[in-house]
């Protein structure tokens, strides 16, 4: 994700939201998705929100920045298995800024 001279936020889609999840993350994920799915989509919501509320305006545009204009995230980002709702939200806030607004995207476009 880059923040351009205006401020908005842009993201690289990517074709299978998979791409960013490791083998052993996604089959925790999908037993948690069978249990708290209405929990998982709601700390997705959530964590877009305070994405947008507290750390979007902090990655305003600079020189050191242009390397990830129009990058795709890194393979795997979403790595460690998870066993609650809350380790979900945990895993979520501790990814650099410049990857969690993807990480969110691709797990909203897993759980439609």
Known sequence: MWVDDLGV???????DPTELMSDVF???LDQLMVRDQEDLDEVIEIEQMR???????LL??????????RAA??????????GTVDDLR????VIDDRWRLDALLALDDYFS
């Open 26 to 28: 996604r089959q925790s």
């Open 73 to 82: 995230p890194p393979l795997a980002l979403l790595s460690e298995p998870v």
């Open 60 to 69: 305003l545009w600079d020189s050191e920045e242009a390397e990830f204009v």
């Open 9 to 15: 936020c842009h993201t690289v889609a990517l074709p």
């Open 90 to 93: 945990q895993l979520i806030r």
């Open 51 to 57: 994405f947008f509320e507290e750390r979007a305006g």
